[in-house]
């Protein structure tokens, strides 16, 4: 059950903690990966604990032309990119009223406008193939907001909208998109929490813990394999309950 082997996979901000989770459940289940991101030495130690079947390249989001050099590059690698995972992001917090333009801008380019050239580069060959999987992975605050996150919901809401509209149109080709909205996940940013901050979180959340980054991976295995087939323009929301939509 959900077996990957002969699929080959890119994966964006494969140097986070929920982007190397699911570079290893992928790479666990049998798919050929080149990892995404930006902190090169991160991403050179997962491509050496994974071994065979791995590869890695530096990428800035916001960098339009290192976007088609990478894509290019994975093609030439693996031969084509069968999954997708748009996991990459990056957070520029500040009050709405206070919000920088720079703020603004960067999250949207990063977020939003990154995995759209990312996934219109990749789509000819998975329509040519008849098969690909593209996995976007959102956030609780795409759908309820957040304060001092308005680039981000933004982004993240603007993403979901994206990836329906765009399984609409790449349904009839055997390609399904989809979305994973973590909630509060166990990563190197949560674990810099207070004490009282992570009380005051956790209150919020029914099953009482924050997610790991396995469980978000788990849900972009299911997505990734033959056995999605049918799923297409969802959001599976990873978030201990803490919002039920």
Known sequence: ?????????????ASGGIGGKIARVLHGAGANLLLSGTNTEKLAALAKSLGPRSHMVACNLRNREAIGDFVRL??????????????????????????????????????????????????RGMMKARWGRIINIASVVGSTGNAGQANYAAAKAGMVAMSKSLAVEMAPRGITVNC???????????????PEQRERILSRVPSGRMGTGQEVAAAALFLA??????????TIHVNGGLAMI
Not at 185 to 191: C, F, G, N, Q, W
């Open 180 to 194: 994973i909205a973590p909630g509060f996940i166990e990563t190197e940013m949560t674990r810099k929490l207070t």
């Open 74 to 123: 994975a093609v030439e690698t693996m031969g084509s990119i069968d999954i997708l995972v748009n996991n990459a992001g990056i957070t520029r917090d500040s009050l709405f009223i206070r919000m920088s333009d720079n703020d603004w801008n960067e999250v949207i380019d990063v977020n939003l406008s990154g995995p759209m050239h990312i996934s219109r580069r990749v789509l």
């Open 1 to 13: 059950m959900f077996d990957l082997s002969g699929k080959n996979a890119l994966v964006t901000g």
């Open 225 to 234: 394999a033959e056995e999605s087939a049918y799923i297409t323009g969802q």
